[in-house]
């Protein structure tokens, strides 16, 4: 497999393909292995997990390892700072440590997992790009037996690392920056609702499904090919000054609970654009039924 500068576990690339993970895994510093795969509507990941996952990796959950309790925050807002904390030293996360995360195939569950550990100053994080089904399909092992790892020391020493939108901020970002729907194309516009109490999409958002970033693999665009999708979104070219700050960005992403949407944030990362979150996303949007929804194919 050709090198690439965006595989790695050393923080300074956000994923990690299937040959350097099983380097790394045997190595003098391996890295603590994170299984977070779920489905929509089930079945439940740990099903998942139990029926075959990497050798040594520990399932997180995302309904309570990485979310709280659904309401006015969306259907996956933010968990606790003490239960995300508990979830990662049960897995083994050492403070400062090196940590692979993976789901299905196409990382749009694990990339929760990687903005959250972003989020609470944890740099040493990777995605296994193109997820257990490329690890399987790579013919490496794959085990039934769930670790007993040695507790990690992680903690979280400051949140907000990564920026987020609160609704009025996403309102605002969505008139007068780059707020991208990470939700199919037929549910921005309105045509289906499957789980969340209107039809349509914020106004203003751009239309950007977060299967657009990756391949018929699973495994990400290039960082070319994912900056001439964001360009072809009206979205400025890499490295261009966007004026914006962590307090004020203007770039940002929202889907229907926040979980994909960090799929799009680490997909403009990989595109040379900072990205800001919208952790409650359409289910909070919506949560509010005076809350304006627009529909159809334009922005509205």
């Given at each position: 497999?050709?090198?690439?500068?965006?595989?790695?576990?050393?923080?300074?690339?956000?994923?990690?393909?299937?040959?350097?993970?099983?380097?790394?895994?045997?190595?003098?510093?391996?890295?603590?292995?994170?299984?977070?795969r779920?489905?929509?509507?089930?079945p439940?990941?740990?099903?998942?997990?139990?029926?075959?996952?990497?050798?040594?990796?520990?399932?997180?959950?995302?309904?309570?390892?990485?979310?709280g309790?659904?309401?006015?925050?969306g259907?996956?807002?933010?968990?606790?700072?003490?239960?995300?904390?508990?979830?990662?030293?049960?897995?083994?996360?050492?403070?400062?440590?090196?940590?692979?995360?993976?789901?299905?195939?196409?990382?749009?569950?694990?990339?929760?997992?990687?903005?959250?550990?972003?989020?609470?100053?944890?740099?040493?994080?990777?995605?296994?790009?193109?997820?257990?089904?490329?690890?399987?399909?790579?013919?490496?092992?794959?085990?039934?037996?769930?670790?007993?790892?040695?507790?990690?020391d992680?903690?979280?020493?400051?949140?907000?690392?990564?920026p987020?939108?609160?609704?009025?901020?996403?309102?605002?970002?969505?008139?007068?920056?780059?707020?991208?729907?990470?939700?199919?194309?037929?549910?921005?516009?309105?045509?289906?609702?499957?789980?969340?109490?209107?039809?349509?999409?914020?106004?203003?958002?751009?239309?950007?499904?977060?299967?657009?970033?990756?391949?018929?693999?699973?495994?990400?665009?290039?960082?070319?090919?994912?900056?001439?999708?964001?360009?072809?979104?009206?979205?400025?070219?890499?490295?261009?000054?966007?004026?914006?700050?962590?307090?004020?960005?203007?770039?940002?992403?929202?889907?229907?609970?926040?979980?994909?949407?960090?799929?799009?944030?680490?997909?403009?990362?990989?595109?040379?654009?900072?990205?800001?979150?919208?952790?409650?996303?359409?289910?909070?949007?919506?949560?509010?039924?005076?809350r304006?929804?627009?529909t159809?194919?334009?922005?509205?």
């Open positions: 497999m050709t090198s690439d500068p965006r595989h790695n576990v050393t923080g300074s690339g956000p994923l990690i393909d299937t040959a350097a993970l099983a380097a790394a895994l045997d190595s003098a510093e391996p890295p603590a292995l994170l299984d977070v779920w489905t929509l509507g089930g439940p990941g740990i099903e998942s997990y139990q029926a075959g996952h990497l050798p040594g990796a520990s399932f997180i959950d995302l309904d309570t390892d990485l979310a309790p659904p309401g006015r925050g259907r996956h807002p933010l968990p606790d700072v003490v239960v995300f904390e508990a979830a990662m030293r049960r897995a083994g996360v050492r403070d400062g440590g090196p940590v692979v995360v993976y789901d299905d195939g196409d990382s749009t569950i694990a990339a929760r997992l990687w903005w959250m550990l972003r989020f609470h100053g944890h740099d040493r994080v990777a995605v296994l790009d193109g997820g257990f089904r490329g690890w399987a399909a790579a013919g490496l092992p794959v085990s039934k037996t769930a670790p007993d790892p040695v507790p990690g992680f903690r979280v020493v400051t949140a907000g690392a990564m987020v939108l609160d609704d009025e901020a996403a309102a605002r970002l969505a008139r007068s920056g780059f707020l991208l729907d990470a939700r199919a194309a037929e549910r921005y516009r309105g045509e289906t609702e499957p789980i969340d109490a209107a039809a349509g999409h914020i106004p203003g958002a751009i239309c950007a499904p977060t299967r657009d970033n990756v391949g018929p693999d699973g495994r990400f665009l290039t960082a070319a090919e994912l900056a001439a999708r964001f360009a072809d979104l009206g979205l400025p070219g890499p490295g261009t000054d966007l004026a914006g700050s962590p307090a004020a960005p203007v770039v940002g992403a929202y889907c229907g609970s926040g979980v994909t949407a960090a799929h799009e944030v680490l997909a403009l990362h990989l595109a040379g654009l900072p990205a800001a979150l919208y952790v409650g996303s359409w289910s909070g949007w919506t949560f509010d039924p005076d304006p929804v627009a159809g194919p334009d922005r509205g």
